[in-house]
């Protein structure tokens, strides 16, 4: 699965429970896209959230989420990765540091106790 966002948001989908939407916006740079939460938006306790549905991904073992972010603003709280599968903790969460470059996630998911169908 590749997703750089230049032909729309992929199989990314908003969910509708949440407070905020996501928006497709380009870099700078002019060097590629990405999802974007646009900075007049939120409050100090609002989530976004976006789903990737993962139902045609048949891994034999284990696999790789890897993804650049940027964490930038005066309202950004935190990133958060979660798998479908372990709902209640994130499996990955990363919050506004000193800087606001952007940086690398990666997280490993392992076929067996970890199996899931999406990631949010």
């Known amino acids: 699965v590749d997703c750089s966002f230049s032909h729309g948001v992929c199989d990314w989908k908003q969910d509708t429970d949440d407070d ?5 916006a380009d ?24 789903k ?9 073992g284990s696999y790789c989420l890897i993804f650049s972010y940027r964490l930038a ?23 506004k540091g000193k800087d606001e470059r ?3 996630g990666k997280i490993e998911i392992f076929q067996g106790a970890e199996t899931t169908n999406s990631v949010s």
Do not use: C, I, Q
């Not at 740079?29 to 306790?45: L, N, Q, R």
């Open 73 to 95: 603003g005066e309202k950004v709280g935190k990133l958060r990765v979660f798998l479908v599968s372990k709902k209640t903790a994130p499996v990955w969460e990363e919050s």
């Open 20 to 24: 905020f939407d996501w928006n497709l």
């Open 102 to 104: 952007w940086r690398t």
């Open 52 to 60: 990737l549905l993962l139902t045609d991904l048949k891994p034999r």
């Open 27 to 50: 870099r700078d740079s002019g060097d590629g896209y990405y999802m974007a939460v646009p900075a007049f938006v939120g409050h100090k306790k609002d989530m976004g959230r976006l």
